[in-house]
């Protein structure tokens, strides 16, 4: 099967005020067969950061559930209102959107549906709720609606929810699982808590999920930080935010993995970094705001990946040796059949 999120025609950039049209996931059978509709109602609004929904067998039952924001209004694939949780006592014909299109008060949740049947199997606030806007970096609503969702097999054997809000000031990441069709609270990471303020303003447009400490435990790549599988910061550089990153064992004569980031502001350029430590390993410097960065092993000489950003930044060795220039930024693919990769880009 295959779960499609269609976004309206008018959706907007959180930057951006407007009103939006509704956002629908839909499922279909690879041949086409569509299944069902989930409608997230006129209190999502529409746009890259909204909405980041996870598929994924998270109770074991050899069927994937689907886990998304939702909010009085949304729609389950059965075609009923939520009702589970607090969406029991919703206002389903609320419109909390301001003159501006924007959705700054009203009840947020988190909802599980059958993947099969699209139906409402749990629903739970949404943690952390928005509270004050402007805490998030802005007051007219653009930060404090920056969300981000992964997979992660925190406890080593079953995979758990990991949604996120915030990045360029505050940031929560909430932990969940799914057992015996209710939504069970693992751990909440909260930059404002006590001791965690390194971690505010760290975290990319993505987060990735690695083992970076070799205890068979998932962590939180969230950007410039990692979050240890138990919700605790395992280290921040103070980098910041960057709009990419990349983690794997991208120095292979260096043990343990690698995280590769460019970096927006500050000077900072781009960073490869020790998984485990934060270590810096090797820093570029730049001026610029480096808005795209990308490694992959794509020079045979040179022993594993290579590095490469924008700004005219080149091409670097896992020395942090320049070695070339200008290759595409946005992915990379197995083409042609040998180990080194090549550049895919334009689709
Ligand atoms: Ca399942
Ligand atoms: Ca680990
Ligand atoms: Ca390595
Ligand atoms: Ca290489």
New binding site residues.
């Given amino acids: 099967e295959i779960i499609v999120k269609w976004d309206p025609s008018n959706s907007k950039d959180n930057s951006q005020s407007g009103y939006t049209g509704n956002v629908y996931l839909d499922a279909y059978k690879l041949d086409g067969t569509f299944l069902w509709r989930i409608d997230l109602g006129k209190n999502i609004r529409a746009g890259a950061h909204y909405t980041q929904f996870l598929v994924y067998d998270f109770d074991g039952d050899g069927m994937a559930e689907v886990v998304c924001k939702t909010a009085p209004g949304t729609v389950d694939g059965e075609g009923g209102f939520l009702n589970e949780g607090p969406a029991a006592t919703s206002d389903h014909s609320a419109d909390y959107r301001n003159s501006s299109g924007y959705i700054l008060t009203g009840e947020e949740y988190l909802t599980v549906f059958n993947g099969l049947s699209g139906a409402e199997m749990a629903t739970v606030s949404y943690v952390p709720a928005r509270g004050k806007v402007s805490d998030w970096g802005d007051s007219y609503g653009n930060r404090v609606d920056r969300f981000l969702a992964g997979v992660a097999y925190l406890d080593g054997e079953r995979p758990s929810i990991v949604m996120a809000r915030g990045y360029y000031t505050r940031a929560v990441l909430a932990a969940w699982d799914c057992r015996d069709g209710m939504l069970v609270p693992r751990w909440v990471f909260d930059s404002k808590d006590n001791g965690n303020g390194a971690y505010a303003g760290q975290d990319n447009h993505q987060l990735s999920v690695a ?9 939180i790549i969230y950007g410039s930080c990692v979050i ?2 138990d919700g605790k910061g395992l280290h921040s550089t103070g980098l910041g935010h960057g709009d990419a990153l990349h983690v794997g064992d991208l120095v292979p004569d260096r043990p343990g993995l690698e995280i590769f980031v460019p970096h927006e502001s500050g000077g900072n350029g781009v960073s490869l970094r020790d998984a485990h430590t934060g270590e810096i390993i090797w820093q570029r410097k730049n001026s610029n705001d480096i808005g795209r960065g990308l490694t992959a092993d794509v020079i045979a000489e040179y022993p594993g990946n290579e590095f490469w950003a924008s700004s005219g930044m080149g091409v670097y060795n896992s020395k942090g040796e320049i070695v070339g220039s200008g290759p595409s930024i946005n992915h990379v693919i197995w083409w042609d059949g040998d180990l080194l990769r090549e550049m895919l880009d334009g689709t």
């Fill in positions: 083992d970076v400490d070799g205890d068979d435990f998932d962590e240890d599988h």
